[in-house]
Structure formats: structure tokens, C-alpha cells
Nanobody
Framework: QVQLVESGGGLVQPGGSLRLSCAASGSIFSIYTMRWYRQAPGKQRDLVAGISRDGSTNYVDSVKGRFTISRDNAKNTVYLQMNSLKPDDTAVYYC???????????????WGQGTQVTVSS
């Protein structure tokens, strides 16, 4: 079974930075698009950033210029560098990846368990 494990969340002051990581493991043939979502209490889960296998990226407007998504295909890992953090960035952050697994060959969207990011003074 494929698993996504996130790390790097925590408590940070406004204006601070965090770097989230999400590593995929298991019976993986290929990983396609990888994404970061976030969900604040009482709100829906929203897409924050995505990155294709060739490195093309997209971001929600509220994080453009502050967050950077990247990936290391050799490590099956996606990162989210979060700078100039604001209280509104407080949420549980989830990684998501479209993964073709073996031996089934199915392309399935997988989710990590989530990591808490709290921006507060």
C-alpha cells in the first residue's frame, strides 16, 4: 500500500517560515501531480499549490509570492516552503499525490495524514 507521510508543521510567529515535507513510499511505479491542501477549522479543504512531474507549478492567489512548492522525484518527496506566514495560514496541511502503483497499475489519488501549521504570536 502507498503511504504519504508529512512532516515539518508546528507553531510559528507571524512573518516566520516553515518547510513542509511529504514523502511517498510503498509499491510505487510513478508519481504524477503532487499537491498541498489545507483545511482550517470549520472550513473546507482547499488546494494551496500543485506541481507536475516536470516541475510546472500553480498556487492559490493568497500564497503567491510567499509559498514555493517543489519536488524531488528521486526521493518521491514534495515540499512546501512557507515564508512570511500569516495567521490566516493556520490550518492542517495535507499532501496529495496522483500515484500509479504496482502491481495494479491503477492511478489513484493518495492523501497524507495532515500536519498542523499554527501561525500565532
Amino acid at each position: 500500500q502507498v503511504q504519504l507521510v508529512e512532516s515539518g508543521g508546528g507553531l510559528v510567529q507571524p512573518g516566520g517560515s516553515l518547510r513542509l515535507s511529504c514523502a511517498a513510499s510503498g509499491s510505487i511505479f510513478s508519481i504524477y501531480t503532487m499537491r498541498w491542501y489545507r483545511q482550517a477549522p470549520g472550513k473546507q479543504r482547499d488546494l494551496v499549490a500543485g506541481i507536475s512531474r516536470d516541475g510546472s507549478t500553480n498556487y492559490v492567489d493568497s500564497v503567491k509570492g510567499r509559498f514555493t512548492i517543489s519536488r524531488d522525484n528521486a526521493k518521491n518527496t514534495v515540499y512546501l516552503q512557507m515564508n512570511s506566514l500569516k495567521p490566516d495560514d493556520t490550518a492542517v496541511y495535507y499532501c496529495n499525490a496522483d500515484i500509479q502503483s504496482v502491481p495494479t497499475g491503477y492511478l489513484i489519488g493518495y492523501w497524507g495524514q495532515g500536519t498542523q501549521v499554527t501561525v500565532s504570536s
